[in-house]
């Protein structure tokens, strides 16, 4: 009978949990939850492909160090326009903006999908970080914008499951789906054009996300300081003079984008090439990071909303550490699964990572903020995919994901304990 007595309480919470989503939801301003669709079509676009992207750039010609130097190229250009992205979201408002990176993204599926040889894949993957840093850069500045602090960790999360979630999951299932019954790939893509068909769907789907934005958002704007004229490295200049947090936080944000140039791009080249993994299980890994998104997102949201972001993100960052230590030493598929499993609180300590950024600048210079930010990390996750592809091919592949994980908790987790918390953070006078 006490056993019985003791769970109700936490059945109870649990109920009452789910039952908030709705209300949640319900709560928040148009515009944010325009986003939150057209993310989740975008992440169901790119799932589709992300299992065998570089697998096909390799399948049609290029090396592991040429893979690295492309990304690199690819992430200091989109990085470059950062700033001025920024300048331009906050003096234009971000719509406009938006929908000239989905375009720019829609364009690189449909390169990628004609791609002769991988000389016209680097192209296209040029173009996709070009749009999808300027689309992503519109839709956090809205998000930063309008979710209020005590709501803000679990509107990111609940975006990410969304989009790393449920369309998220369902991008690689109709995949493989496509790949094994249409295409008749059995085992491994074998070849580039088995992979090609998932191009032109991605692009489908990122036209859709194109008209969502069109016709539902807004053209709002936050900021009424910024002009034409103003000089980005004088922006620059203002958001760091003064202010401890934002010198730091580049650091530790830079570092926290490292992933994105250093092991996503190898981890299913990785279980390919060196664990065997077949089409099945690269689809499978992907859809289990997802799917973690689904089931832990909106329940680390909450939390990061109760108890602090700080407490949270370093109870889940060493979940990715295991996530690529558990690849590197992985003895058969499911071990691999079980990867991606942990791999998917990437995808919610990032968000929740980014709540903490959002919180030590005042509304109107996010716009500028998030572009600085996407400079600085771009350059660092740039450098590190090169030196990724030279290490993949020269000292050995496992290394790109040990190096990771020595850097990540020597660098960045003591800048992040040293920062204070944001949940109830006051901006000092002088910067609202």
Same mark, same amino acid.
């Given at each position: 009978?006490?056993?019985?007595?003791?769970?109700?309480?936490?059945?109870?919470?649990?109920?009452?949990?789910?039952?908030?989503?709705?209300?949640?939801?319900?709560?928040?301003?148009?515009?944010?939850? #325009?986003?939150?669709?057209?993310?989740?079509?975008? *992440?169901?676009?790119?799932?589709?492909?992300? /299992?065998?992207?570089?697998?096909?750039?390799?399948?049609?010609?290029?090396?592991?160090?040429?893979?690295?130097?492309?990304?690199?190229?690819? =992430?200091?250009?989109?990085?470059?326009?950062?700033?001025?992205?920024?300048?331009?979201?906050?003096?234009?408002?971000? *719509?406009?903006?938006?929908?000239?990176?989905?375009?720019?993204?829609?364009?690189?599926?449909?390169?990628?999908?004609?791609?002769?040889?991988?000389?016209?894949?680097?192209?296209? =993957?040029?173009?996709?970080?070009?749009?999808?840093?300027?689309?992503?850069?519109?839709?956090?500045?809205?998000?930063?914008?309008?979710?209020?602090?005590?709501?803000?960790?679990?509107?990111?999360?609940?975006?990410?499951?969304?989009?790393?979630?449920?369309?998220?999951?369902?991008?690689?299932?109709?995949?493989?789906? #496509?790949? #094994?019954?249409?295409?008749?790939?059995?085992?491994?893509?074998?070849?580039?054009?088995?992979?090609?068909?998932?191009?032109?769907?991605?692009?489908?789907?990122?036209?859709?996300?194109?008209?969502?934005?069109?016709?539902?958002?807004?053209?709002?704007?936050?900021?009424?300081?910024? !002009?034409?004229?103003?000089?980005?490295?004088?922006?620059?200049?203002?958001?760091?003079?003064?202010?401890?947090?934002?010198?730091?936080?580049?650091?530790?944000?830079?570092?926290?984008?490292?992933?994105?140039?250093?092991?996503? /791009?190898?981890?299913?080249?990785?279980?390919?090439? #060196?664990?065997?993994?077949?089409?099945?299980?690269?689809?499978?890994?992907?859809?289990?990071?997802?799917?973690?998104?689904?089931?832990?997102?909106?329940?680390?949201?909450?939390?990061?909303?109760?108890?602090?972001?700080?407490?949270?993100?370093?109870?889940?960052?060493?979940?990715?550490?295991?996530?690529?230590?558990?690849?590197?030493?992985?003895?058969? /598929?499911?071990?691999?699964?079980?990867?991606?499993?942990? !791999?998917?609180?990437?995808?919610?300590?990032?968000?929740?990572?980014?709540?903490? !950024?959002?919180?030590?600048?005042?509304?109107?210079?996010?716009?500028?903020?998030?572009?600085?930010?996407?400079?600085?990390?771009?350059?660092?996750?740039?450098?590190?995919?090169?030196?990724?592809?030279?290490?993949?091919?020269?000292?050995?592949? !496992?290394?790109?994901?040990?190096?990771?994980?020595?850097?990540?908790?020597?660098?960045?987790?003591?800048?992040?304990?040293?920062? /204070?918390?944001?949940?109830?953070?006051?901006?000092?006078?002088?910067?609202?």
């Amino acid at each position: 009978m006490e056993s019985n007595l003791s769970t109700e309480p936490l059945s109870s919470k649990k109920q009452n949990l789910l039952l908030s989503v709705p209300s949640f939801w319900k709560r928040q301003m148009s515009d944010w939850k #325009v986003t939150v669709i057209r993310t989740s079509l975008e *992440r169901f676009g790119y799932q589709m492909i992300y /299992p065998y992207l570089s697998i096909y750039i390799i399948a049609l010609g290029a090396t592991k160090s040429d893979l690295g130097l492309v990304t690199s190229i690819s =992430m200091i250009l989109a990085g470059l326009l950062g700033p001025l992205t920024g300048q331009l979201i906050d003096m234009k408002g971000p *719509r406009k903006i938006y929908l000239i990176g989905i375009m720019i993204l829609m364009a690189s599926y449909i390169i990628y999908g004609l791609s002769p040889t991988w000389y016209v894949c680097a192209i296209a =993957m040029i173009i996709y970080y070009v749009g999808q840093g300027t689309g992503i850069h519109s839709c956090s500045t809205i998000c930063g914008n309008c979710l209020v602090n005590v709501d803000r960790a679990k509107g990111m999360l609940v975006c990410e499951s969304l989009a790393a979630g449920l369309l998220g999951m369902l991008g690689p299932l109709l995949a493989a789906f #496509v790949l #094994v019954n249409f295409v008749g790939v059995v085992g491994s893509p074998s070849n580039a054009n088995d992979i090609r068909p998932l191009f032109f769907i991605s692009a489908f789907i990122t036209l859709s996300s194109f008209f969502v934005v069109l016709l539902k958002l807004s053209n709002h704007k936050w900021s009424i300081e910024a !002009q034409s004229n103003t000089n980005i490295l004088k922006d620059a200049s203002i958001l760091l003079k003064g202010n401890k947090l934002t010198k730091k936080w580049l650091i530790i944000g830079a570092v926290n984008t490292m992933p994105i140039g250093m092991i996503l /791009p190898y981890a299913q080249l990785f279980a390919k090439e #060196v664990k065997g993994a077949d089409v099945t299980t690269l689809a499978t890994m992907v859809t289990a990071a997802a799917l973690t998104s689904v089931l832990c997102g909106y329940y680390v949201g909450v939390l990061a909303d109760k108890f602090g972001r700080k407490k949270v993100l370093f109870s889940i960052i060493p979940l990715f550490w295991l996530s690529n230590i558990i690849l590197v030493f992985a003895p058969s /598929p499911a071990f691999l699964i079980v990867s991606g499993i942990l !791999q998917g609180f990437y995808y919610i300590s990032s968000p929740l990572s980014a709540t903490i !950024q959002r919180e030590i600048v005042p509304q109107e210079v996010m716009g500028r903020w998030i572009g600085l930010n996407r400079l600085v990390g771009s350059l660092a996750s740039a450098l590190m995919a090169f030196i990724s592809g030279l290490i993949y091919d020269g000292l050995g592949p !496992q290394y790109v994901f040990l190096i990771f994980v020595v850097a990540d908790a020597l660098i960045r987790i003591p800048l992040l304990a040293s920062m /204070p918390e944001t949940l109830h953070y006051k901006l000092p006078e002088k910067e609202a």
